[in-house]
Nanobody, 126 residues
Framework: QVQLVESGGGLVQVGGSLRLSCTASGRTFSTFSSYTMGWFRQAPGKEREFVAAINRRGGSTYYAAFVKGRFTISRDNAKNTVYLQMNILKPEDTAGYYC????????????????WGQGTQVTVSS
């Protein structure tokens, strides 16, 4: 399996921006580019929900409707890293954000993702 570690979360004001990073390591380090990568989020008392995904080469991206152009997912396979640039943040974006790896192209379902990071907290204050 691949080990994933997220970073970049924090406390921001409404309308602010954050860039989350997720770096892969472990036995699959050299094959990071073969995975679809996704971002999910989970707020207390709520189920995990899909945010964005990107295919192995970065040529196709997929977003949840609530993003509305505010978020951008990207990847740098040379660095074994996937990013989530979040702009115009809203209080409802407050959640733990998790990256995950999948062999399924463009999946929005968490069950299709095999490996997960520990999460990074994003808190948006009004």
């Amino acid at each position: 399996q691949v080990q994933l570690v997220e970073s970049g979360g924090g406390l921001v004001q409404v309308g602010g921006s954050l860039r989350l990073s997720c770096t892969a390591s472990g036995r699959t380090f050299s094959t990071f580019s073969s995975y679809t990568m996704g971002w999910f989020r989970q707020a207390p008392g709520k189920e995990r929900e899909f945010v964005a995904a990107i295919n192995r080469r970065g040529g196709s991206t997929y977003y949840a409707a609530f993003v509305k152009g505010r978020f951008t997912i990207s990847r740098d396979n040379a660095k074994n890293t996937v990013y989530l640039q979040m702009n115009i943040l809203k209080p409802e974006d407050t959640a733990g954000y998790y990256c995950a790896a999948s062999g399924v192209v463009g999946s929005r379902w968490s069950s299709d993702y095999d490996d997960w990071g520990q999460g990074t907290q994003v808190t948006v204050s009004s």
